[in-house]
C-alpha cells in the first residue's frame, strides 16, 4: 500500500470500492443495520440482509436500490433467537465464501417482564450474544475462505457502566430490562475481542473487530420511509439541541462501516464516534478495560459454547 493511501483521511461519505466483496449484515433491515448496509452497498459490494421478516427486508432492499443506483441487496431469512435455524441458514448463502459479517441484530426491551426465546434463554442475552456466537460457528468456513475475512460486532455505548455477572448471565435471579440490554451488548464485545484473540493464537486470516454507534436517535435520523421511523419536523426539532451530543443512525453506522472496509484495521481493535464516543467521525478507541478481561472472557466462551452446544473454536482451527 502506497504512502499516500495509508495517509488519505478516512471519508464516510467517499468509501472506497469493494466490488466483488461479499457482506452480511444481520437485522439489516432497520436502524443502524441499515445504514451500515446502505452505505455498504454504495461501494459495489453484494450486500446481503439478514433479517427473519421478509417484508421489512424487502422494504428495506427497495430503499437501498431507490438511493444507490445498481446496488446488489439480497435477503437471508434468520432468526438469531432460534439457534437451531441458523446452520440451514448460512448453507442457504449458498457461497464460496464470505469477506466479512457485521454482528448487527438486537432485541432491546424496555417493559419488565423477562422473555426466552425458543431455546428458553433470556430474549435479549439469548438473541444479541448467543444467536451471534452460534451463527460465527456456520459462518466460520466461509469466512476463511475469503483473502482478509472480518467479523465486526456492533456493541453499544451502555456497555461501558456495565459489568457482567458470571453467577446470572441470563438475568434469572435479578432482571431489569435495561440493564440486562446493556450487559448482553457487553457480553457481544466481550465476545468480538475475545474471538480475535483465538484467531491469532490459531494463525487465521480473519479478524475480529468491535465498533459501536455512540448515541444514535431516532429523531436526529434522515427519513427512509418505510424503512423505520419517519420522524416529523416537530420532533426534529425538538431534538436539534441534543445533536450537539449525539446524532443519527446514519452517522451511526459510519463505524461500523469502516471497521469493515478500512485496511488499515486490526484485528481486536474497538471503533465508535470521535466525539466523546458519542457523535462524529469514526475513530478508534482505547478499549476499556472490563470488555478486554481474558479470564471474563473465557468464563463467557465455555457457558456460551456449552449452551449453543457449539465447537468450542467455533470452527476456526
Same mark, same amino acid.
Given at each position: ?12 461519505? %467517499? =468509501? ?16 443502524? @443495520? ?5 452505505? *455498504? ?40 433467537? /432460534? ?52 451463527? $460465527? ?30 453467577? /446470572? ?12 440490554? @446493556?450487559?448482553?451488548? *457487553?457480553?457481544?464485545?466481550?465476545? @468480538? ?24 436517535? /431516532? ?10 421511523? $419517519? ?13 450537539? *451530543?449525539?446524532?443519527?443512525? /446514519? ?25 466523546? @464516543? ?28 456449552? =449452551? ?8 476456526? %482451527?
Amino acid at each position: 500500500m502506497s504512502s499516500a493511501s495509508q495517509s488519505r483521511p478516512w471519508d464516510v461519505h %467517499r =468509501l472506497p470500492s469493494a466490488e466483488g466483496r461479499i457482506f452480511l449484515v444481520t437485522g439489516g433491515n432497520a436502524g443502524i @443495520g441499515y445504514f451500515a448496509a446502505e452505505q *455498504l452497498a454504495a461501494t459495489g459490494a453484494v450486500v446481503i440482509l439478514g433479517s427473519r421478516d421478509r417484508a421489512k427486508a424487502d422494504a428495506a432492499m427497495a430503499s437501498i436500490r431507490s438511493r444507490v443506483p445498481g446496488a446488489q441487496v439480497r435477503h437471508l431469512h434468520m432468526d438469531l433467537a /432460534d439457534l437451531s435455524s441458523l446452520k440451514t441458514a448460512a448453507d442457504r448463502l449458498d457461497l464460496d465464501h464470505l469477506d466479512a459479517v457485521v454482528h448487527n441484530a438486537g432485541v432491546a426491551l424496555d417493559d419488565p417482564p423477562r422473555r426466552e426465546t425458543e431455546d428458553g434463554h433470556e430474549l435479549m442475552f439469548g438473541t444479541n450474544h448467543l444467536g451471534h456466537f452460534a451463527l $460465527t460457528q456456520w459462518l466460520a468456513p466461509l469466512l476463511s475462505a475469503a483473502p482478509g475475512g472480518r467479523i465486526v460486532t456492533v456493541g453499544s455505548f451502555a456497555a461501558r457502566s456495565e459489568r457482567l455477572d458470571l453467577g /446470572d448471565l441470563q438475568s434469572t435471579q435479578d432482571y431489569r430490562p435495561k440493564r440486562t440490554y @446493556g450487559r448482553s451488548k *457487553l457480553a457481544q464485545m466481550c465476545f @468480538g475481542f475475545e474471538l480475535d484473540r483465538r484467531l491469532r493464537a490459531v494463525g487465521s486470516t480473519v479478524l475480529s473487530v468491535v465498533a459501536h454507534p455512540g448515541g444514535a436517535l /431516532d429523531s436526529l435520523t434522515p427519513s427512509r420511509p418505510p424503512v423505520g421511523v $419517519t420522524t416529523t419536523a416537530g420532533e426534529r426539532l425538538r431534538a436539534l439541541p441534543s445533536a450537539l *451530543l449525539v446524532q443519527g443512525k /446514519d452517522a451511526g453506522a459510519w463505524p461500523v462501516v469502516r471497521a469493515v472496509l478500512d485496511p488499515e484495521v486490526r484485528g481486536g481493535q474497538l471503533w465508535g464516534p470521535r466525539v466523546f @464516543g458519542l457523535r462524529g467521525k469514526p475513530r478508534r478507541e482505547p478499549t476499556p478495560s472490563h470488555m478486554a478481561d481474558p479470564a471474563v472472557a473465557a468464563h463467557l466462551w465455555a457457558v456460551s459454547s456449552e =449452551l449453543v452446544g457449539a465447537d468450542p473454536h467455533l470452527g476456526f %482451527r
